[in-house]
C-alpha cells in the first residue's frame, strides 16, 4: 500500500556521525502511507526535477555536517543531491541504476561511524543494488559494491531498511526471497575494516516456504527494547494477509515474546506470539500495523481490519498484564476497504501509532480517502471519544505545492534535533499495481520543507 503520507521518526540510538537517516527512523518501509505531522514550515528549498509517474519512495538522511537526499531523477535514474547542512547549493551524485514502473523500489540511505554513506534502492525480489562512498561525506564517491556479505541470500532482495542498535553499530535489514515465500535477513556493519556480517546466524523470521512477513520496526521503545510486529502473507495477493504478530529484544540478537518467553530463530507461524489472529481477507493489509506506547511505555499497535458487520475499522491492540487487547477505536458505517491481488496499491486507509494526547486520553492519526484526521480513544478502556479533523502538511503549503489534479503529494517527515525538522515533498500519480502507464507525465519539482522544532 503506497502513496499519500509517510512518517519516519529517527531514534534516539543513532550515532552522533548520523543526526538522523530517514531510512533508519521507525525502520519501517516507505512504500507505506503513514501520517505526518504538520508542523509549521519555516523554509522551502527546490532540489531538482524527479519522476512523476507513479509513487515510490525517495531518502533522506543528515550527518553531522552534511544534508543527503535520494531520489528518481527526470529520467528516473538514481541520483544522491547533497548539501553543506548551512549551505545553499546542491551538488548531485548520479548512480548506474534507473527505475522501471515498480512502486516497491524505494531508495534507503544511512551514513556509518566514519562519515561514509550506504546506498540500497531499485529492488523487488532483485539481485542486491548496494553503493556505498569511498570517502567520508562526498556521494559524488559512492561505488557500486557487487555484494555484502556474500551470494547467499543476497539473489532476490526487497525491502531494505538501515538502522542502529543498542551499541549505535549500523544494521541493514531486508526480505531475501518473493512476496509469499521469504526470509528477513540482517547484516552488521564493522566500524573499523567496514566490512559488512551476518548479525543473526539465521534469518530472523522465516516463511518456510509458504509464506512471508511483513514487518514493522524495529522500534526503540521507552524500555529500552526493540519492538517489531508484521502480518503473515501467503502468496502476492494483498488479501492473503493473516495473524498479527508480535516479538522483542534488547540487542536485535536474542528475541522473545511480550512474556519475557525466549523465541528460537527462525521465528515460523508456528512459533510466533499471535496478538490477533485475523484471518486470510480479514481486511488487515501489510505494513498498516504501527507501533505506539500509552503512559505506562506499554506497546500498542494501530491496525485495520473487517468488524463483525463487514465493515472497515481501525483497532488498538495492547499488550495488558494477562496478554494482548484488541479493540476498535473508529466507528465506522459503510466504509469497506476491501482490497486484493498483486502489486502496489493506492490505498484507502493509512494509520499511524498511538500516542498519548492528555492524561487519559490518547489518538491515533489516519488518513482515510485522503481525508486526515485523529482517532481521540480512553487510554483505559480503549473506548472510542471522537474523530478530530486535522491538517496535514500538504495543506500547510497551500498555493506554494501546486499538485495536478491526476497526482498525490508525498511527504517524508523526519525529525532533525534541536534546529527543527525536515521533510521532502514531491507530487506523483499514485501507484499503478506496478504495470507501465499510456503515457508519461510532466516531471515534477522535489521540495525540502524544513519544519518548526517537534515538541515531544
Known amino acids: 500500500m503506497r502513496s499519500g503520507l509517510s512518517r519516519l521518526i529517527v531514534s534516539a540510538a543513532l550515532s552522533a556521525a548520523c ?56 529520467n528516473r535514474q538514481l541520483t544522491i ?56 561525506g562526498d556521494a559524488r564517491s559512492l561505488r557500486r559494491e557487487a555484494q555484502m556479505v556474500g551470494p547467499e541470500d543476497e539473489a ?5 531498511i538501515f538502522l542502529h542498535d543498542a551499541e549505535g553499530r549500523l544494521i541493514v535489514k531486508y526480505r531475501s526471497g518473493r512476496s509469499g515465500s521469504g526470509d528477513e535477513i540482517y547484516n552488521v556493519l564493522d566500524a573499523k575494516t567496514g566490512r559488512w556480517s551476518r548479525l543473526l546466524s539465521t534469518p530472523l523470521v522465516s516463511g518456510e516456504g509458504k509464506r512471508n512477513a511483513y514487518f514493522v520496526g524495529p522500534v526503540l521503545g521507552p524500555d529500552k527494547r526493540f519492538h517489531i510486529v508484521w502480518v503473515w502473507r501467503d502468496s502476492p495477493d494483498a488479501s492473503t494477509n493473516h495473524d498479527l504478530s508480535y516479538a522483542r529484544s534488547k540487542d536485535l ?32 493489509i501489510n505494513n498498516n500495523t504501527v507501533l505506539g506506547f500509552d503512559s505506562q511505555g506499554r506497546p500498542t499497535i494501530t491496525y485495520h481490519k473487517f468488524d463483525a458487520a463487514g465493515d472497515t475499522q481501525v483497532y488498538l491492540a495492547r499488550r495488558e498484564a494477562w496478554g494482548w487487547r484488541t479493540a476498535p477505536i473508529s466507528q465506522w458505517k459503510g466504509f469497506r476497504w476491501d482490497f486484493g491481488g498483486p502489486g502496489s496499491l493506492a490505498g484507502r486507509l493509512s494509520v499511524g501509532g498511538a500516542k498519548v494526547e492528555a492524561p487519559g486520553r490518547m489518538t491515533a492519526p489516519v488518513v482515510r480517502d485522503g481525508r486526515t484526521s485523529d482517532l481521540v480513544f480512553d487510554e483505559q478502556t480503549l473506548a472510542p471519544v471522537e474523530e478530530r479533523p ?13 499538485v495536478p489534479a491526476d497526482m498525490r503529494a508525498n511527504v517524508l517527515q523526519v525529525a532533525g534535533g534541536p534546529e527543527g525538522d525536515y ?22 519539482t522535489l521540495l525540502l520543507l524544513r519544519l518548526a522544532k517537534t515538541t515531544p
Not at 532476490?156 to 531494505?160: A, C, H
Not at 522473545?256 to 488487515?284: C, F, H, N, W
Request: charge should be neutral.
Open 19 to 74: 543526526v538522523l537517516c530517514a531510512s533508519a527512523a521507525r525502520a519501517q518501509a516507505p512504500e507505506a502511507d503513514h501520517p505526518a505531522k504538520a508542523l509549521p514550515v519555516t523554509a522551502i528549498e527546490a532540489i531538482d526535477q524527479v519522476w512523476a509517474g507513479h509513487k515510490v519512495g525517495f531518502a533522506l538522511a543528515v550527518s553531522a555536517t552534511r544534508l543527503y537526499v535520494g531520489y528518481y531523477d527526470a
Open 390 to 402: 486535522t491538517q496535514d502538511l500538504v495543506a500547510r503549503l497551500g498555493d506554494k505545492l501546486k
Open 81 to 136: 543531491a547533497q548539501r553543506d547542512r548551512n549551505g545553499t547549493y546542491w551538488t548531485y551524485a548520479k548512480l548506474d541504476s534507473w527505475l522501471g514502473w515498480d512502486s516497491h523500489n524505494y531508495i534507503a540511505l544511512a551514513v556509518d561511524p566514519a562519515g561514509r554513506l550506504h546506498v540500497m534502492a531499485n529492488m523487488h525480489s532483485e539481485p542486491l543494488i548496494y553503493f556505498r562512498s569511498a570517502e567520508s
Open 423 to 444: 521533510a521532502l515533498v514531491w507530487p506523483t500519480r499514485p501507484p499503478n499495481r506496478d504495470r507501465p502507464t499510456e503515457d508519461i507525465p510532466p516531471p515534477t
Open 156 to 160: 532476490r532482495v526487497t525491502y531494505p
Open 253 to 284: 540478537v536474542h528475541w522473545e515474546r511480550s512474556d519475557g518467553q525466549p523465541l528460537s530463530l527462525p521465528i515460523t507461524l508456528g512459533k510466533a506470539e499471535i496478538v490477533d489472529p485475523v484471518p486470510v481477507r480479514g481486511g488487515m
